[in-house]
Every structure is written in structure tokens, then in C-alpha cells.
């Protein structure tokens, strides 16, 4: 190494669940290259050019004066092993009911499963293994992805679905080619998410809610009263945050505190309509709170501990599932109409779309229920179809998320009607913009961190503009040669 190069090590790893990252700092010449995240993960790269090597010296080592400041140490890398992240524990009994929800059709994962969108065209389903299958309404298996670890949840902002895993990393699935769109901050441990308008928000296990915007950048976060925030929801007016103690209101451009409502027991699941909140709780209940006020305008009881919840629209109809592998159905005043079980474990998650019920369950199944208000009734009086169980096509490819710029396809021309991209240095961090004409050049351009490398040029299928006044790509990604 010559005398002009360095590189700075440090790590902070705190006790009781707390910090646990590190801050590598490197000079080579006039550049400086700066690389965080978790202990044990490769983590998050910037690079700055300084106008000379005596400059860039200076740089770097004001960076490690305020790390160390803030309690980092000088460390060796590899030495502390990376730390577990929680995994939620479940438990699930055998349902009590004497018969079968109005089951359409059932898919195995393989593994337990809290991940699930639903939306006009495709079923997500989502697995601790870090498996994603994208399903058609009538069952049938479409494509697969291949995480690198556990999926938590599954998200959608308008045509983007995100799926947030165990590894800390929030991964756009949106084509072929998935990628981290958000790294969350190395101490956060996330237990569930809400993205809107393309700022994401973050509940997890020390109660915090965490709001990150589309070029992954914190812009504010609060402790709540209690741990284990297992709920988080967002729209235009505020940002819900359930846990151990009740349903916080945040105000979505600051995080003003708007309103606090103590729940019957920690919150476990959580669902929106357009003016109300429906809180699942470990004290077997879902609770409907008012989004204006946080006041509780009604409970829907239940036999064991809620684990998740969900209505047909304007909360026609109200169902949760218990950890008891049952499945509920209760009228908007609190009447139960019915209590059945599942056909595949506890359910985890859930999600109403089109008169269906889907469901994803500790067994690791995706359930499809009949929700219509015909079913509904006939399950009253003892009658549902009879489950198709949807089998998966071995031959199925699974699509892994590209970690470099050599795992992206290349192209020598523009293909027509396709659109230009390139990675640029932009106030010391490495930015995508649009080099195609009829688009605002100054904005960024959300784009897979792993794969940017200043001057490289990209294209892609297509941009589309978020309220946040960034772009997001649409379709394939390819590597202008």
C-alpha cells in the first residue's frame, strides 16, 4: 500500500439488542470511499474525488473523528459474528371449529409464511425461506423469486411491490431482476412495513417507527411507548404505528405525535380502510379505531390471540385468524357470523380483494377463501367447496436479486422506445439520472445500489414519476456497453 492509501476500520456492538454496525473508511489518492451497515453484511458503499490526495486525507479522517466520537472502535473485520435477527415466534394450535373456511384452492411454500399482496392481476405470497411465488387468481404459478433471506411482509406502491426481509433489506420485485431498494439502518430490526408514495415506513422489534425516503435517506423516526411494533400503516394524513401498548398517529412530513390509543393487549396485525384502523391484539380481539381521533368505535372478540385481520370494503364484513388456525367472519357491529378453521395452520397475514380472503399461514400455505356474501352465508348454514390443493411446476426458474454490475444484462444499442440512465457523482454520493430527452434531469432515479458505478449508463423499460419527485423504473434493467 502506498503512502497515500488507508483504510480505517471501526465497529459499534452494543449489548441488549442494540447497535451492532460498522464504518469502514478508505483512501486512495484523492478518493475516498466510505462503506457501512450491519456487522457481517457488505453493507452500503459511497465514493467522493477530492481535488487533491492531501484534501482527501483530511476528509476521511474528520469521518473517523465524529465515528469515534459517537463510540465506534478500531476492530478487525470478521471477528464479531453477525447478529441474529428476530424472527417472529408463533405458535399454533389446532383449530376448535368443527369445520372448513369456504377454501377455493390452497399453495404450499414449503415454509411459514408472513408475506402477502393481493392484487387486480397477481397473488404475492412470501416465506421464512426467502421464497416469493407471484400466483394467478385462479391459483396457478406464475414466476418465483429467491431472497436471501426471510421475507417479514409484502408491500405494494401503486405497481411496485416491495418485500422486506430478514437480512434488513427492503427488495423491489417489480421485474425480472430484483433489488434492494432500501437498506434499513443496521440497528433496526424490522418486524413489519408500509411504503406510500415511495417513502417507506418501518416498525420493529424496540418499537420504533423508522421513515426512509426513495434514495434510502432517514428522514425521522420515534420511540413508542412499547416494543415488539408489529403494525404500521400509512396514507396521505399520518403514519399508524401499532404495538405493545396501543395504536400510535404520526404525522407522515415530521412525526408530530397526533393522537395515542391504549388497545385491549399488544398489537399484533394491522389493516386501513380510508377512515378507520383495525388493530388484531394478543388479548383476542380486533379493535376499529377512528384514524381521525384513535377512538375505539368497536371490538370483534375472538377465542385466542389475534394474529392478523382484514375487511371487505367500508368493513362490510370483518375477519381475523386466531392462533388457533381458525378463521373468523364478524358483521361491522361485532356479531360473529362464523368461526372455522383455516385448512393450513394460523394465519399469519392476511389480505381481502375481489370477495376473496387470502391467507398465509404458519405451515406455509397460501389460502384462498371465498369471501363473497353469498359464501358467507352459506358457511353460516354449514355448506363450502370443496379445496383444490395448486401444485408448483418443478421446472419453475427462480429469480435471485443482481449483488454486482456483472449480474446485469448488456446491451450495445438503445433498444426503441426504451430509456437512457447514468450513474453521476452528486454532492459526494452516486446518484441515477435520465439522460433521455423529455425528462427533468435533475431528478433522481431509484435504482439498485448494488449495481451503480459512477459514469455507468443503464437502460431501462421505462420511468415513471412518484409524488416525491424521483423516478421509478419500470421493466428490465441493462447495462449500456
Not at 381521533?293 to 372478540?301: H, K, N, R, V
Not at 395452520?345 to 380483494?353: E, F, I, R, V
Request: some cysteine; proline content about 4%; charged content about 20%.
Amino acid at each position: 500500500m502506498s503512502a497515500g492509501n488507508s483504510t480505517t476500520y471501526l465497529e459499534l456492538s452494543q449489548d441488549g439488542g442494540g447497535a451492532h454496525k460498522f464504518y469502514e473508511v478508505a483512501v486512495d489518492g484523492q478518493v475516498v470511499t466510505v462503506r457501512y451497515g450491519r456487522i457481517g453484511a457488505a453493507g452500503q458503499t459511497q465514493t467522493t474525488t477530492f481535488p487533491s490526495a492531501e484534501k482527501a486525507r483530511a476528509a476521511a479522517a474528520k469521518k473517523v473523528g465524529e465515528k469515534v466520537r459517537k463510540g465506534y472502535a478500531p476492530a478487525v473485520p470478521g471477528q464479531r459474528a453477525p447478529r441474529a435477527v428476530t424472527r417472529r415466534q408463533v405458535s399454533s394450535a389446532p383449530s376448535t371449529a368443527r369445520a372448513v373456511a369456504p377454501v377455493l384452492w390452497r399453495f404450499a411454500t414449503g415454509s411459514a409464511a408472513f408475506g402477502i399482496h393481493v392484487d387486480d392481476e397477481h397473488c404475492w405470497v412470501g416465506n421464512q425461506a426467502g421464497d416469493v411465488y407471484t400466483l394467478a387468481h385462479d391459483g396457478g404459478v406464475l414466476a418465483r423469486f429467491s431472497l436471501p433471506d426471510g421475507v417479514k411482509c409484502l408491500v405494494a406502491d401503486d405497481f411496485w411491490i416491495y418485500a422486506g426481509c430478514d437480512d434488513g433489506k427492503v427488495y423491489d420485485l417489480s421485474s425480472k431482476l430484483p433489488f434492494a431498494a432500501y437498506d434499513i439502518a443496521a440497528d433496526v430490526d424490522i418486524f413489519w412495513l408500509d411504503i406510500h408514495e415511495g417513502v417507506l415506513n418501518v416498525s420493529d422489534r424496540d418499537g420504533r417507527i423508522t421513515v426512509i425516503d426513495h434514495e434510502d435517506e432517514h428522514q425521522w423516526a420515534r420511540r413508542s411507548q412499547g416494543e415488539h411494533a408489529w403494525m404500521v400503516r400509512a396514507d396521505d394524513r399520518a403514519v399508524y404505528h401499532g404495538h405493545q401498548r396501543g395504536v400510535t398517529a404520526y404525522a407522515p412530513d415530521g412525526g408530530g405525535e397526533l393522537w395515542h390509543s391504549p388497545t385491549r393487549g399488544g398489537v399484533l396485525f394491522g389493516w386501513q380502510e380510508d377512515d378507520t384502523l383495525y388493530a388484531g391484539t394478543a388479548h383476542r380481539v380486533v379493535q376499529r379505531l377512528s384514524k381521525t381521533t384513535g377512538a375505539i368505535e368497536a371490538t370483534y372478540a375472538c377465542d385466542s390471540a389475534v394474529y392478523s385481520c382484514a375487511t371487505s370494503p367500508g368493513g362490510r364484513f370483518v375477519f381475523a385468524g386466531d392462533a388457533a388456525s381458525s378463521v373468523y367472519c364478524f358483521d361491522q357491529d361485532g356479531t360473529r357470523l362464523w368461526k372455522l378453521a383455516t385448512g393450513g395452520g394460523s394465519a399469519l397475514s392476511m389480505q381481502y380483494h375481489d370477495e376473496r380472503l387470502y391467507l398465509v399461514t404458519t405451515d406455509g400455505s397460501l389460502v384462498c377463501v371465498d369471501a363473497s356474501e353469498a359464501a358467507v352465508a352459506a358457511a353460516q348454514q354449514g355448506t363450502v367447496p370443496v379445496a383444490r390443493d395448486v401444485k408448483l411446476a418443478a421446472t419453475l426458474p427462480a429469480y435471485a436479486p443482481a449483488t454486482t454490475a456483472a449480474a446485469v444484462a448488456t446491451v450495445a444499442q438503445v433498444p426503441a422506445g426504451a430509456i437512457v440512465v447514468e450513474c453521476v457523482q452528486y454532492s459526494g454520493r452516486l446518484r441515477v439520472h435520465v439522460v433521455s430527452e423529455g425528462y427533468d434531469s435533475s431528478w433522481n432515479v431509484q435504482f439498485p445500489r448494488a449495481i451503480r458505478e459512477p459514469g455507468a449508463r443503464y437502460v431501462v423499460d421505462a420511468l415513471h414519476p412518484a409524488a416525491g419527485g424521483f423516478y421509478r423504473v419500470r421493466g428490465d434493467i441493462r447495462r449500456l456497453l
